[in-house]
């Protein structure tokens, strides 16, 4: 969805690096969520923000933080990246005051941590 | 160290024929449901919904079936097109809070 943008779209980083992934949306949701990818598995959630001044922990929240700087952009930081942090990374948003609510992906950043 | 992931579960079908893909949610109290479907190098994108008080939906060439007593799901693609070839994802989610998504299941589309 071309209304969710994320960056960089792929990023190759060493152990022990901090690395930010970024994701800023055009839907005017608020609601904002961060997933990971692993091949051959399904999403599982990092975190999520319904609001900005709400942050909360998904299934797989250790080894990451997150920023809501505002309410159409939502990071996620790697503080110090271990190579089983390599993953296909989505950020999604989705809008509580729709009758039925729906997640709306970006594109993905692929991340390697060698 | 490498992470090894799972094999996804492939279904293979014939141009033209119909699809189906089935999916097993965890929470009985869970009362909506979508279907993603994923291509190759993009995020998943939205195909179909149900909500708990309905057993089928229909969409433009796509059905949802939701049996809530065995918890499954299932997706029915009629006329499989090779645009249809994608990973698929069902979604779960009670009261709206956060969605749970099963691991997937590749379509594979022959001409």
């Known amino acids: 969805d071309a209304d969710v943008t994320q960056t960089p779209r792929n990023r190759i980083t060493k152990t022990g690096k901090r690395i930010m992934l970024e994701c800023s949306q055009t839907?005017?949701?608020?609601?904002m969520y961060w997933y990971r990818q692993d091949p051959g598995l399904g999403l599982r959630l990092i975190y999520y923000?319904?609001?900005?001044?709400?942050?909360n922990k998904g299934e797989i929240s250790d080894g990451y933080s997150v920023s809501r700087q505002a309410q159409a952009k939502f990071s996620l930081s790697l503080e110090s990246a271990i190579p089983n942090q390599t993953a296909l990374y989505f950020c999604?948003?989705?809008?509580?005051?729709?009758?039925?609510?729906?997640?709306?992906f970006g594109s993905g950043t692929q991340l390697s941590v060698l | 160290g490498e992470s090894v992931g799972l094999h996804l579960p492939t279904l293979s079908v014939q141009e033209g024929d119909n699809s189906i893909i089935n999916c097993a949610y965890s929470n009985s109290a869970s009362d909506y449901f979508i279907w993603y479907k994923q291509e190759s190098g993009k995020g998943p994108q939205f195909i179909i919904d149900?909500?708990?008080?309905?057993d089928k939906r229909q969409g433009q060439r796509v059905t949802v079936l939701l049996n809530k007593t065995v918890k499954h799901l299932s997706l029915q693609i009629a006329a499989t097109q090779p645009g249809d070839s994608a990973v698929y994802f069902c979604?779960?989610?009670?009261?709206?809070?956060?969605?749970?998504f099963g691991s997937g299941t590749k379509l594979n589309v022959k001409p």
């Open positions: 149900i909500r708990s008080n309905m």
């Open positions: 923000s319904f609001d900005v001044k709400d942050i």
């Open positions: 999604a948003t989705s809008n509580s005051q729709a009758p039925n609510e729906k997640l709306f």
């Open positions: 839907k005017g949701h608020d609601r």
């Open positions: 979604a779960e989610t009670y009261n709206f809070n956060k969605f749970y």
